[in-house]
Each structure stands twice: as C-alpha cells, then as structure tokens.
C-alpha cells in the first residue's frame, strides 16, 4: 500500500519567491496535518484539516502561509514570499478520525537562501 | 491542555544494553499516548500506542511502554539494543474522545555504540 505521499522531496529556492508543498494522504483516512520540523523548535503542528475542513490552523506562523485541501486526496501548502527562517523540513500526516494515529509522509526539506 | 515532556535530548548506550526513553505528560483528561521513531532523512514512524487498554504496550522492533498513571509516566524500553535503533525517539500525547491532535515532546536522539 502506497503511503502518505509527499513532493518535492527536497526544495531549495530564493527569497521572495513562492514555494508550494504537496501532499497526497493514504486512501480512505479523513484526517491531514501539515508539521514543519527545525532543530530549534522540533516538531509543531501547523494546521490540521478533518474531512477536507481546516479545523485548527492556530500553527499557521504567519499570513504568508496557506494550507488548501480541494478534495479528499490532496493537499497544498504555500509559503508566500518564502523567507530563510521558512527552511525545515515540512511534513504531512494522515489519519482516521477517532484513532488519533498519524501516519507521516517522507518530508520535504525546504531550504531558502 | 495536554504537554509532553522527555527527559535526556540525547541517549548513548553500548549495543545489548537496555534501553530506556523517559516521557512523562501532563493532561487534564485520560490520554492516548504515543510513541514514534524518525530515522535519518526519514518521517516519523509508529512504534506503539495506549488506547486506555492493556498499561504495558507492546510495539514493532521489540520495544515496549508501561502506562503509568500514577507517575504520569509513559516511558518506552528496549531489553536488547541493537545498532539499527539509532534514531530519534518522540513521545506523543492526545487526549481521548477530544482533539485528534497529537502534542509532541522535543524527541530523544538514541546513540548505539559497539
């Protein structure tokens, strides 16, 4: 079974310039989160989505981050302008509502010079 | 409110040793309590979970957590360490029948020495 699918797996831009992250959920979970991980703050929750719906985007750093989740199989997170403290490694996670089991894709490692 | 917090950003023990990750968690409503693994350039992956069933869980690769309640402990073992165990190790909290979010502790890196 194909897991949480993630890309570009890595991405390495300038400045200023947009950057927009997928995520493809496995089949039949209901339930996205969007994570950024840094050496200094670990692992935090962005934004989390239930049945297509954000729920709880109270991670979200700033205005120049959205999060989309136009269908049950996929998911967007953009980053406009991107700045150098944007770089992390951004993951997705998928779930089924009332396991509270998450399931991580690959990441992608986003590097903004 | 729920919190996570693991005792020791880094562990080093020598290959066949025990191993012991120490978590503990703070929360206002019975938890389910989660334990993950990221190795190198890798997402996190499920080693085991409490679902308020058994108080000893039994995971993937041999480890096991005891649910303590009354320490608040979730504290992960492994009898045997073996040099693949290298990794990252988070705990995680959520509490049940509420919020499907997961908080996570800031993780402890496992070092297996020969």
């Known amino acids: 079974d194909a897991g949480v699918i993630q890309s570009p797996r890595h991405e390495v831009t300038e400045m200023g310039q947009e950057v927009t992250l997928r995520c493809k959920p496995i089949?039949?979970?209901?339930?996205l989160f969007w994570y950024r991980q840094t050496m200094m703050r670990g692992l935090e929750l962005l934004i989390y989505?239930?049945?297509?719906?954000?729920?709880?985007d109270s991670g979200m750093p700033e205005d120049r981050f959205s999060a989309k989740m136009p269908n049950a199989s996929f998911s967007t997170l953009k980053i406009q302008p991107s700045e150098p403290r944007d770089s992390a490694v951004y993951f997705c996670?998928?779930?089924?509502?009332?396991?509270?089991?998450?399931?991580f894709g690959p990441g992608t490692r986003l590097t903004v010079l | 409110a729920q919190s996570v917090t693991q005792l020791g950003s880094h562990v080093s023990v020598s290959e066949g040793a025990l191993v012991l990750l120490r978590c503990n968690y703070s929360?206002?409503?019975?938890?389910?309590l989660f334990w993950y693994v990221q190795y190198p350039n890798q997402g996190l992956q499920l080693l085991l979970k409490y679902t308020s069933a058994a108080t000893l869980v039994k995971g993937i690769n041999g480890f096991e957590a005891e649910f303590k309640k009354s320490e608040t402990s979730f504290h992960l073992t492994k009898p045997s360490a073996h040099m693949s165990d290298a990794a990252e190790y988070f705990c995680a909290v959520s509490p049940q029948g509420g919020s499907e979010k997961l908080v996570f502790g800031k993780g402890t890196k496992l070092t297996v020495n020969p």
């Open positions: 989505f239930n049945n297509n719906v954000p729920i709880d």
């Open positions: 929360s206002s409503v019975p938890p389910y």
């Open positions: 089949s039949g979970h209901n339930s």
């Open positions: 996670a998928t779930g089924t509502s009332g396991k509270n089991e998450q399931f």
